[in-house]
């Protein structure tokens, strides 16, 4: 049919019309490393296993943490959780309870049964591991699933190092370490318990191993002079906590003075208390400012009857009386005696005043630096070139599980590089994602879900667990919290707020891509992207 | 121990979608398979907020009439942007007649459409702030006192931008335009003058009456939705930023749409014959400096020599607004002070 002029056109789209010509700047995809990711310690995925439980798929929320920790029931417990401090959302209302999910998360896997990765394809290769704390199993763990055979020697009795021997059981019950422990062991690991390493090259020559990893710990309780009557009860906190730890503790009385203000010294006290000691006084030469322990651990204490002492030292123990003197702080913080006095009753003195690191199987190992007490390592945790790596507290770092869990996974890392001879680069990180960089009008109030605690009555007597788990409900809600600061979480943002509809939603997990031929360039999406994981990039000519 | 509410999501409340919600609860723009009413192509400029606002409104309009709609367009900027002859990016039935006459061809449409005995098709007629309460006030009013079936849709962006900006009876007091210039005593758009169009629509007593903003996507598809559900004449009111008119830089078009809500300069609410039943509250308010300062027209206000006389009068202005609408709750008031 012929059609006159101006119908006889075709209807044409205005698609013809390719806006994106107009851009002089682009939007781009990106992924920021989140702030928790960046601070935790042993390098978990925080966000990633987030994002999983989010969705309430609590399994793979755990195999995306085991990926990196094999311990988070332990670590949902004991772990000081450097991440919330870290926390963008601690800038809108409170951190994310991220150490409530983790518990949640390894108390479910042990409850489901669920089991850690096969072990790898066997590389024939040999590893040494010495110590079977949080470092030790860490790089067990990790070797395992790189296919290398691991034997795991400790001189206790059980596995677990300072997670057993130091953490209190109402801090970590002994069923969840010993049940994450044993995940570990059915991967397949030669263990000798109740064995000391005298010399290392000598152990590691005999067994033909083709790398050792020293994760020895710190178990030597520190000494301070202190003048005592030839009757007076003095012990340390590691001997103590250790001998409450194989169930055969000593008789501490009913007046117990505790020196120092770390962790150690508030479990000294906890346990001091649930032991049947009327007063547990801790006596700490600084102020609370300046105290070593965290701050959850020293309200708990208080919240049982701990009571403290700050600005004193101890100046001498007769057996049943304490000399102390007051101290103050100088300008540069340092504590400084005044010449004033005081006395405290006490039956016993337990010394919570750091420890050592015995690393006399070292004297043989003349290529290994030790300074100051601790083993000198590079990043790769290698101690010397010919196989030798440390970790956890036999290394200059921060005494905890967690750090030290992380060392493990490097050491790992770093001996397979080394039995393999590869020497694969470390994955290159993210930009860190700023809080200025998220949107936060988009994140709905609400507050965070606290653990509940036992009764503090129930608590001064037993060994039960103090701090209890989230309910599922509270999981979810709490992991809900999280503002997937960097990394996109798919809530179509970008696809609705578009004015010319150049942002394809690809659905199923796959996220987003833009239409370049239609992108003008005008940056809404990355104003309005919650979680900041949109940038513009100028256009290249 | 205590429990929250399991059904808490995210950002399910603010965000246009969220994998968490069930798809039915999430809104038209997350949708893969939305109508896209107004296609990729069409010539708005950068941050463009009307041509985001027309298609929040007609795929939320066409999701509640099952795709069963006809657009009539006023001139403006949404017309000659989407439709250089021979193209168009309207992807619904769409008609463009004149400049002052759009609310009068809605009308004969929505007349036509019952002498032909069909009743799914429904009439959504649309127009800038100039089409609306300047050149089309006539036709709109006769529109609203015969009561026809019609949507009538105002993308309000404070003037009129297509032609270079000059002023409407919807620019705000102060604000530079080519025909309001930032000079003298009192520069800019006088005080005391302009037409308040959603007040002047409920006085009509039509059976709804309705603001919003391209700020909150679930609100206002929530109002096109609750407007398909009666017959009669029916007014939105969209606010639309315009960087190109406003000064604002692209990527701020959203922002700004925000902070003119949560300043209260811009009240969100509706009506239902001629009663308001609920409006937006404020939930993170702020001065209306937050609001002004991003926006070249009142640069004159600002600078080294700001005129806090006149941003006070703009203050009360958005006050008058929050107490009359009842913007914030009485609790929070006092948490405030």
Known sequence: MKLPFAISLDIGSGRANHTGSWRVERPVYVDRLPPCNNACPAGENIQGWLYDAESGNYEAAWRKLVEENPLPGIMGRVCFHPCESACNRVQVDEAVGINAVERFLGDLALEKGWTLPKPGPDTGKRILVVGAGPAGLSATYHLRRLGHRVRLVDSASHLGGMMRYGIPAYRLPRAVLDAEIARIVAMGVDIQLDHVVHDVEQERHDGMFDAVFLAVGAQLGKRVDIPAGDSSRVIDAVKFLHQVADEDPPLLGRRVVIYGGGDTAFDTARTARRLGATDAVIVYRRNRERMGASGEEFEQALGEGVTVRWLSTIKKFDGDRILLEKMKLNGEGFPEPTGEFEELDADSLVLAVGQDTDLSLLDHAHDVTVRDGSVEVLDSMMASPSGIFAGGDAIPAQRTATVAVGHGKRAAHGIDNFVMGSDSVPKVRNRLASFEQLNTWYYADAPRTERPELERIRRQTNFEEVVGGLSEDNALFEARRCMSCGNCFECDNCFGVCPDNAVIKLGGNMRYEFDYDFCKGCGICVKECPCGAIEMVPERN | ?337
């Open chain 2, 1 to 337: 121990m205590t429990s929250q509410d399991v059904h808490f999501y995210q950002v399910g409340s603010f965000a246009v979608g969220n994998r968490l919600l069930e798809q039915e609860e999430r809104t038209v723009q997350a949708q893969v398979d939305r109508t896209n009413s107004i296609d990729s192509g069409h010539r708005a400029c950068q941050g463009c907020g009307e041509a985001l606002g027309a298609r929040y409104a007609l795929d939320a309009a066409m999701r509640a009439t099952n795709g069963q709609i006809v657009a009539v367009n006023a001139t403006g900027c949404l017309e000659v942007f989407s439709t250089p002859y021979p193209e168009t990016s309207w992807r619904i039935p769409w008609l463009h007649s004149l400049f002052g006459n759009a609310p009068a061809v809605a009308t004969g449409v929505a007349a036509a459409l019952r002498a032909k005995g069909i009743e799914d098709v429904r009439v959504v007629a649309q127009a800038g702030d100039g089409g609306t309460v300047d050149i089309g006030f006539g036709c709109l009013s006769g529109m609203f006192e015969r009561n026809d079936d019609v949507l009538f849709i105002c993308y309000d962006n404070e003037g009129y931008m297509n032609t270079g900006v000059q002023r409407s009876a919807a620019t705000p007091p102060a604000a530079r335009t080519a025909t309001t210039k930032a000079v003298g005593a009192e520069p800019g758009n006088t005080f005391g003058q302009g037409k308040d169009l959603p007040r002047i629509a409920m006085a009509h007593n039509i059976p709804y009456v309705a603001t919003a903003t391209v700020a909150d996507l679930h609100d206002l598809e929530r109002k096109v939705e609750r407007a398909m559900e009666f017959h009669g004449a029916r007014y939105l009111h969209v606010l639309v930023p315009c960087p190109l008119g406003w000064g604002s830089a692209s990527n701020e078009t959203i922002h700004i749409a925000r902070l003119a809500k949560e300043s209260g300069l811009f009240p969100v609410f509706e009506a239902e014959d001629g009663v308001v039943r609920s409006v937006s509250p404020i939930r993170r308010r702020v001065p209306v400096e937050e609001y002004l300062k991003l926006q070249r027209r009142f640069a004159h206000l600002f600078g080294p020599h700001p005129r806090l006389d006149v941003i006070a009068r703009i203050q009360s202005m958005a006050d008058a607004n929050i107490e009359r609408y009842g913007l914030v709750s009485p609790e929070s008031l006092e948490e405030s002070s």
